[in-house]
């Protein structure tokens, strides 16, 4: 998978991990999803295959139907969902990573500065007005003693940071590290030295190529106007060659494309 989707976009080799840790959770999801809509809602199999989903061929289907009907399987998806089911502090960023909000917050601060926990979790944490959350209260008693304590000067981060580990990705996203550690993972928010070295690099090329083309484009031009020029004016002698030494054609590579060569 690493090679396929080297093949589909430009990443350096650095972020290997970052790609097989990301196809990994979104595989997971798409089970999941597939399972919640095609096996849960159905009581039986004969239900199930009758409302297969398209994309997924037929016997694949049935061994699926046969893997999630295990009992040693069901038992592993029950303690996941228990698992799953005793956060109280979930996020409501959908597909955005919390990479792009630290950009995000970050471009917002008139002094561009890194934003803090706090005012990232207020951004991660904000709930629709109408919907359920089964998380609402605690994270609304959360987010006001932060909004408290900032208007009261004091510092909201303690607030975020009580209680139990969060783990090294608390509020930085996949991957991620506080800048200032000694952790070898860059910071989500700032590029690798390659990614930047590689940018510039491309950025380069194009901008030499473009200069090319421009120069060429030029000097196109100008062999064109001396041309009708010199027919214009046959009693004057211009090679257009010395004033457009660079343009060669593919049949003579000592002329230009307009005039091959000769001179008016």
């Known amino acids: 998978m690493w090679e396929y989707t080297r093949e589909r976009y430009i990443i350096p080799d650095e972020g290997k991990k970052w790609v097989n840790t990301t196809l990994n959770d979104s595989w997971r999801v798409y089970k999941s999803r597939v399972k919640k809509k095609y096996y849960s809602r159905f009581e039986?199999?004969?239900?199930?295959?009758?409302?297969?989903?398209?994309?997924?061929?037929?016997?694949?289907?049935?061994?699926?139907?046969?893997?999630?009907?295990?009992?040693?399987?069901?038992?592993?998806a029950e303690d996941n969902a228990a698992r799953r089911n005793s956060f109280t502090e979930t996020h409501t960023l959908g597909p955005q990573s919390l990479a792009q909000v630290r950009d995000k917050l970050k471009k917002k601060d008139p002094n561009q500065g890194e934003p803090?926990?706090?005012?990232?979790?207020?951004?991660?944490?904000?709930?629709?007005?109408?919907?359920d959350y089964k998380t609402t209260k605690i994270v609304d008693k959360r987010i006001k003693r932060i909004k408290r304590m900032m208007n009261q000067g004091r510092d909201p981060n303690l607030v975020v940071q009580r209680g139990k580990s969060k783990g090294r990705g608390w509020l930085l996203g996949r991957n991620g590290s506080r800048l200032g550690t000694s952790s070898s993972t860059a910071?989500?928010?700032?590029?690798?030295?390659?990614v930047l070295e590689l940018t510039n690099q491309i950025r380069q090329n194009l901008e030499t190529e473009l200069e090319d083309k421009v120069n060429r484009k030029v000097q196109e031009n100008m062999a064109m106007l001396l041309k009708k020029l010199g027919e214009a004016n046959p009693g004057m002698n211009l090679d257009v060659g010395n004033f457009c030494a660079t343009i060669s054609s593919e049949a003579d590579g000592n002329g230009t494309p307009i005039t091959d060569g000769a001179t008016s």
């Open 187 to 194: 910071d989500p928010t700032t590029q690798d030295p390659y």
């Open 116 to 131: 803090s926990d706090a005012q990232v979790y207020l951004e991660t944490r904000e709930r629709k007005t109408g919907r």
């Open 44 to 76: 039986s199999d004969k239900k199930r295959l009758e409302n297969k989903p398209e994309d997924i061929p037929l016997e694949d289907f049935k061994q699926l139907l046969n893997y999630w009907a295990d009992e040693e399987v069901q038992s592993i």
